[in-house]
């Protein structure tokens, strides 16, 4: 199975087929199906989740809503459910256990707020709002509520970021004092947002352009292994202004409250993406280039840096397929956190503030 997940694989269908198309699980293959909708079908990864979720023979999708009531209608053909213009059709069917929102990130907050206090289970597209202040409501009403959430982290199912993460946890590289992480390619040159999915170059719809759409990934990482930032800045820019001035590239400085010093890249304009990933420390060196991962530390024995690393940890399910598992009861699927989801929100908001004010800005 490819373990370089990137933009591209979610775009095409037949790439998210392949990544779909997970065997399932025992406690799961039962007559009973789990039922839900999906609320907004605005983003570019629908067609992929939709495959997903047909591929599922414990899914069944009732409901489609969006705002856009002719874009309701087309993709509930495709999915084979019913297209709803009022949403209190799906919050008081007792049916529908969970939904999957893939509106326009501007409508995030009121969907998540209403279906929470519905009692539904979310699974709820990058970035979770536009705003920090929004973020935290949405994370708070969740906890709240009680029920299952996650979201499109897809590059935690990454073998070698697991690798890297357990290596950070075990101490193998000693005092860390650097890292880098590029998240980038080429769909501003390639006119991918030109019709269907251009609100995504919107910042007022999107909360971000292309630094904070793909850099979320790849932020999320660098907090999910090295821990909370206290400061950023950063500088982001539109470079083709094929998209009017919405960014299209983007690099911040990190200080991470441990001390490591870290550096963020991403954008739409780059024709290859060779080193997603360097990691070093006084005890260990690592650096993922063209999607293999060369690593050494004095701390374990045998570990070359001229030699890829083949003893990668297995390849976890993509996020929507661990958000169904949970919802039918499987049991320690790692799904993200409410509060990890707009903590990333957080410290996206800071850098394009710091952006703005060519100075650092501190997280509370």
């Excluded at 661990?322 to 039918?328: E, G, K, P």
Aim: overall charge neutral; proline content about 4%.
């Amino acid at each position: 199975m490819k373990t370089n997940f990137t933009r591209r694989d979610f775009i095409a269908t037949a790439g998210v087929a392949t990544l779909a198309a997970a065997t399932v699980p025992a406690w799961a293959q039962t007559d009973k199906k789990i039922t839900i909708a999906f609320v907004g079908v605005a983003h570019i990864h629908t067609p992929g989740y939709f495959d997903i979720a047909r591929k599922r023979p414990d899914v069944r999708v009732k409901y489609v809503w969006d705002h856009d009531a002719a874009r309701a209608d087309s993709r509930a053909k495709e999915i084979g459910a019913q297209a709803v213009a009022d949403l209190k059709t799906i919050w008081n069917d007792p049916e529908v256990v969970a939904v999957v929102i893939l509106s326009e990130t501007n409508r995030h907050h009121e969907l998540v707020l209403a279906a929470a206090h519905a009692g539904k289970h979310l699974f709820v597209e990058k970035p979770l709002g536009t705003t920090s202040r929004e973020s935290r409501e949405m994370a708070d009403a969740i906890d709240q509520a009680g029920v299952l959430f996650t979201t499109g982290y897809f590059s935690r199912t990454d073998p070698k970021l697991l690798f890297l993460k357990a290596e950070v946890a075990a101490g193998n590289f000693g005092q860390i004092t650097r890292v880098r992480a590029s998240n980038c390619h080429n769909g501003s040159l390639q006119g991918w947002f030109d019709k269907e999915w251009r609100w995504m170059t919107d910042p007022k719809i999107a909360g971000v352009g292309a630094f904070g759409d793909l850099g979320t990934h790849k932020l999320d990482i660098l907090m999910w292994m090295l821990g909370d930032i206290a400061a950023v800045t950063a500088d982001i820019q539109p470079v083709t202004h094929r998209y009017g001035d919405c960014d299209e590239t983007g690099e911040a400085l990190i200080h991470f409250k441990s001390g490591v010093i870290g550096t963020l890249a991403a954008g739409w304009v780059d024709i290859e993406d060779p080193v997603q990933m360097l990691l070093s420390g006084t005890q260990g060196h690592a650096v993922i280039y063209n999607g293999q991962l060369f690593y050494r530390s004095e701390k374990v024995e045998d570990s070359d840096n001229r030699k890829p690393v083949t003893k990668l940890p297995p390849t976890p399910k993509v996020p929507l397929q661990q958000f169904l598992d949970a919802v039918a009861g499987g049991q320690g699927e790692p799904l993200v956190m409410p509060r990890e989801a707009a903590a990333r929100v957080a410290v996206m908001q800071a850098m394009y503030e710091a952006a703005r004010q060519r100075t650092w800005v501190k997280l509370a």
